[in-house]
């Protein structure tokens, strides 16, 4: 069962996904079930990661941080392919377990030592650059590093 804390992670992975598309090729012939179109052997195709994560048909009101929404009761009421921070099936992320020690690690260390808080410079909003593979913030974000 989750905690809390992961599902914090795994919204602001949804709220603020490390690649907007994944890209993909069909290694088959593949007609899209409910229609006629058909995908030939060895198409492009880009999953829009970031449309997905942020389409207010899969997510209610997706621009506000709610990590209940991770919870394994909400989990059940979705398709499996709702969130995909980490990709799926067989070419998801082999570090995905890595990353995850990777960021507790670094986190640790950090927050024992120091308190973060956002800086009076920090804007109230803090946008995304609109052209771009991987999400980055258009504008800096600023913050205060206090030694404990």
Excluded at 21 to 39: A, Q
């Amino acid at each position: 069962m989750q905690d809390y804390a992961d599902c914090s992670r795994i919204q602001t992975l949804r709220k603020y996904t490390v690649l907007a598309v994944l890209p993909r090729i069909s290694i088959e012939e593949y007609t899209i079930p409910g229609t006629n179109i058909k995908l030939e052997k060895g198409t492009h195709i880009a999953v829009p990661i970031n449309a997905i994560h942020h389409d207010p048909e899969i997510y209610e009101s997706p621009h506000e941080f709610r990590p209940e929404r991770f919870a394994p009761e909400e989990l059940q009421k979705r398709h499996p392919q709702a969130f995909l921070g980490f990709g799926d099936g067989p070419r998801n992320c082999i570090g995905l377990r890595f990353a995850r020690m990777q960021v507790r690690v670094g986190l640790i260390t950090l927050l024992k030592s120091y308190r973060f808080t956002f800086s009076e410079k920090t804007p109230p909003r803090i946008d995304i650059m609109k052209k771009g593979l991987v999400l980055v913030p258009d504008n800096i974000v600023w913050l205060r590093a206090t030694k404990l």
